[in-house]
Each structure stands twice: as structure tokens, then as C-alpha cells.
């Protein structure tokens, strides 16, 4: 099993900046990508971004290119989102995920079915 915990979450202004934490414990050996979803009310689940554990490659949906960064303290088991020009429509709870598939970073991480483990999910608020 492996456990996630989200943090960092909170209110901000548009145009400005948060940076999550997924902080994984447990079989952390077993996961090869980690990825951050998003869910806004009465809204699917959405992937936002996601991070090969060894190759360091990075997937993004194209609404928050150029805006988010994701990125992994391996020494830590901590993956993180950047998140920078937030817009009230980035509203959402935010969730992380990992993945214990072998495949190369690609589109089949952008389903929410690749993941095998979710955090609770933290709430970002972006006020205009």
C-alpha cells in the first residue's frame, strides 16, 4: 500500500501562486508515476499534471502549460505542484495520485484509471 498526503492548499488572488506537496509513504518502491488531478463542483475529476518517478518526464493538460510546473524530491517521496498565474477557473480540490503502471509517460496517465492510489485532496480557492 502506499499513502498519500496533500498539502498547501488555500485561498489566493488571481494571478498568483501556490505550490502543493504529496508527501507518499509505505511501498513507495512500487510507484513510477505520480500525478495531480483536479475536481471543481458539479465537475469529472481532471488530470492536471503528472512526473515519471525515474525518467523526471512531465505530462501537462493544455490549460495550465506554461503556468504549472510539477517536479519530485525523490530523497523525500514528495512530489510537488507549482502552481503560478492561477485563474479563478483553477478553483478545485485538488488530488494527487500514483501509478505503479511500467509504462512510459504518456496519455494513458492522463486517465484517472492509471492510478492505482489518491490522496484526500486539498482545496484551492482562486478568487478574482
Known amino acids: 500500500q502506499v499513502q498519500l498526503v496533500e498539502s498547501g492548499g488555500g485561498v489566493v488572488q488571481a494571478g498568483g501562486s501556490l505550490r502543493l506537496s504529496c508527501a507518499a509513504s509505505g511501498r513507495t518502491f512500487s510507484t513510477n508515476v505520480m500525478g495531480w488531478f483536479r475536481q471543481a463542483p458539479g465537475q469529472e475529476r481532471e488530470f492536471v499534471a503528472a512526473?515519471?518517478?525515474?525518467?523526471?518526464?512531465?505530462n501537462f493538460v493544455d490549460a495550465v502549460k506554461g503556468r504549472f510546473t510539477i517536479s519530485r524530491d525523490s530523497a523525500k517521496n514528495t512530489v510537488y505542484l507549482q502552481m503560478n498565474g492561477l485563474k479563478p477557473e483553477d478553483t478545485a480540490v485538488y488530488y494527487c495520485a500514483a501509478s505503479t503502471s511500467r509504462l512510459s509517460l504518456g496519455s494513458y496517465f492522463y486517465s484517472k484509471n492509471a492510478y492505482n492510489y489518491w490522496g484526500q485532496g486539498t482545496q484551492v480557492t482562486v478568487s478574482s
Open positions: 512526473i515519471g518517478l525515474r525518467s523526471g518526464n512531465t
